[in-house]
């Protein structure tokens, strides 16, 4: 974890450098300013800057991985991931709702009204599902 943190951290340093050019240059075009792009490059390295941060402060409080040892082979990181669940409908709901929700931008803000409480649904019966029915764990 520790060099996927400089990744991003290096990537980020690229992304403001290229931000700060990018709105010089087109402040200084004769045709205005372009803040879009200038806002999205931005906004791209706090993304990045937020990555890096928490990759560097996850890699001091857990184990070095595989990753972080330049003399690993690819088989050392092999083993069990983590629990996934086999089979959930609440990835469909998500992406439903969500749908719902976006096209509410596009055509009226009153489409939220029905694409929230599909989300809403979606994200308990996700969070919770292995707390009711036959998957119960005791």
Request: aromatic fraction near 18%.
């Given at each position: 974890?520790?060099e996927?943190?400089?990744?991003?951290?290096?990537?980020?340093?690229?992304i403001l450098?290229?931000?700060?050019?990018?709105?010089?240059?087109?402040?200084?075009?004769?045709?205005?300013?372009e803040?879009?792009?200038t806002?999205?490059?931005?906004?791209?390295?706090?993304?990045?800057?937020?990555i890096?941060?928490?990759?560097?402060?996850?890699?001091?409080?857990?184990?070095s991985g595989?990753?972080?040892?330049?003399e690993?082979?690819?088989?050392?990181?092999?083993?069990?991931v983590?629990?996934?669940a086999p089979?959930s409908?609440?990835?469909?709901?998500?992406?439903?709702?969500?749908?719902?929700a976006?096209?509410?931008?596009?055509?009226?803000w009153?489409l939220?009204?029905?694409?929230?409480?599909?989300?809403?649904i979606?994200?308990?019966?996700?969070?919770?599902?292995f707390y009711r029915?036959?998957?119960?764990?005791?």
């Amino acid at each position: 974890m520790k060099e996927q943190g400089k990744i991003f951290g290096g990537f980020a340093v690229f992304i403001l450098i290229m931000a700060v050019v990018y709105g010089l240059w087109t402040t200084h075009s004769s045709h205005g300013t372009e803040a879009a792009g200038t806002t999205a490059l931005f906004l791209a390295f706090g993304l990045c800057a937020f990555i890096g941060y928490y990759l560097a402060f996850t890699a001091r409080r857990v184990d070095s991985g595989a990753g972080d040892n330049p003399e690993a082979e690819v088989a050392d990181d092999a083993g069990e991931v983590g629990f996934f669940a086999p089979h959930s409908w609440q990835p469909l709901a998500l992406a439903v709702g969500g749908a719902i929700a976006f096209l509410g931008v596009i055509f009226g803000w009153w489409l939220l009204w029905w694409g929230l409480p599909i989300i809403l649904i979606g994200l308990y019966g996700w969070v919770f599902e292995f707390y009711r029915g036959e998957d119960q764990n005791q």
